[in-house]
């Protein structure tokens, strides 16, 4: 697997090695030792699994007392995926960085804790996956709201999102509740 860095030092990308041949492929997608070797220390304790369809925007959620690192992948479709650093002791506190993952490129992506995280639909559908450091406690989840100007975000998005209610009312950065 191999590191690459994005415009937020704590938000990672990682591209895995992939072996193919008349067969097909084979890449290994998680392996504890090859992360902690990549900076990544973290133990994970629920994996997630959703379908959306294009358009779809799920996001931006973060939880504040029990703040969850993810480690996130795309095995059918392509997303935009987006990661909103909300650590007011951080240098990039306010910034977001955004990627392309999709089933084709393979790549994973590290959200560590103290950051909201979305993404939005870019093909017909899309299978999102994603490995949690702590469990999701709906009581304690936020939505950041997904298209405040202060985040400066790009969304590739082919007119009007489909949202869930709990992102339609997100908060602005200038509103939301916020890491030390």
């Keep these: 697997m191999k590191r690459i860095e994005t415009s937020i030092p704590d938000v990672i990308l990682i591209e895995p090695k992939v072996f193919g041949d008349a067969r097909g492929s084979?890449?290994?997608?998680?392996?504890?030792?090859?992360?902690?070797?990549?900076?990544?220390?973290?133990?994970f304790v629920q994996d997630n699994h959703s379908k959306s369809q294009r358009n779809v925007l799920r996001g931006l959620h973060y939880q504040l007392e029990h703040p969850q690192g993810k480690l996130v992948r795309v095995v059918a479709g392509e997303v935009w995926?987006?990661?909103?650093?909300?650590?007011r002791s951080s240098p990039t506190f306010g910034q977001s960085v955004g990627f392309g993952l999709s089933a084709e490129n393979k790549r994973l992506a590290w959200i560590?804790?103290?950051f909201a995280h979305g993404f939005c639909v870019m093909s017909d559908s899309a299978e999102f996956l994603y490995k949690t450091s702590d469990y999701w406690h709906p009581?304690?989840?936020?939505?950041?709201l997904w298209n405040d100007p202060a985040l400066k975000i790009d969304w590739p998005l082919n007119g009007e999102p489909l949202l869930a209610a709990k992102d339609a009312a997100g908060k602005p950065l200038a509103e939301a509740k916020t890491y030390a």
């Excluded at 084979?26 to 133990?43: A, C």
């Excluded at 995926?81 to 650590?87: E, I, N, P, S, T």
């Excluded at 009581?139 to 950041?144: I, V």
């Design 139 to 144: 009581n304690d989840e936020y939505s950041l």
């Design 112 to 114: 560590p804790p103290g």
């Design 81 to 87: 995926d987006v990661a909103v650093d909300l650590r």
């Design 26 to 43: 084979f890449y290994e997608s998680w392996n504890q030792r090859t992360l902690t070797e990549l900076g990544i220390d973290v133990e």
